[in-house]
């Protein structure tokens, strides 16, 4: 065993990225782009365009957190609508 390799059990599933790719959260959360892109321009889930001064393209990165939230809300309001 390699002196630097981690030995914990779920020590992968622990770490949470910060800012996550748009096709890296398509592939975690299971939405469409369209979707995704729907929640943006609604400022429903945080997220910013990295790009040099002066340059038309650039890397949109999502907030994982405000993505997982923003599901956990929604899957609180629709039991609620179900319960009621």
């Given at each position: 065993?390699?002196?630097?390799?981690?030995?914990h059990?779920g020590?992968?599933?622990q770490?949470?990225?910060?800012?996550i790719?748009?096709?890296a959260?398509?592939?975690?959360?299971?939405?469409?782009?369209?979707?995704?892109?729907e929640?943006?321009?609604?400022?429903?889930?945080?997220?910013?365009?990295?790009?040099?001064?002066?340059?038309?393209k650039g890397?949109?990165l999502?907030?994982?957190?405000?993505?997982?939230q923003?599901?956990?809300?929604?899957v609180?309001?629709?039991?609620?609508?179900?319960?009621?």
């Open positions: 065993m390699r002196a630097n390799s981690f030995n059990v020590t992968q599933a770490l949470r990225p910060e800012w790719r748009v096709d959260a398509i592939r975690h959360f299971g939405l469409s782009r369209t979707k995704l892109y929640l943006i321009t609604d400022r429903k889930i945080k997220s910013f365009c990295l790009r040099e001064r002066n340059k038309i890397i949109r999502i907030s994982f957190d405000s993505l997982d923003f599901l956990k809300n929604e609180k309001a629709q039991e609620a609508a179900v319960v009621a």
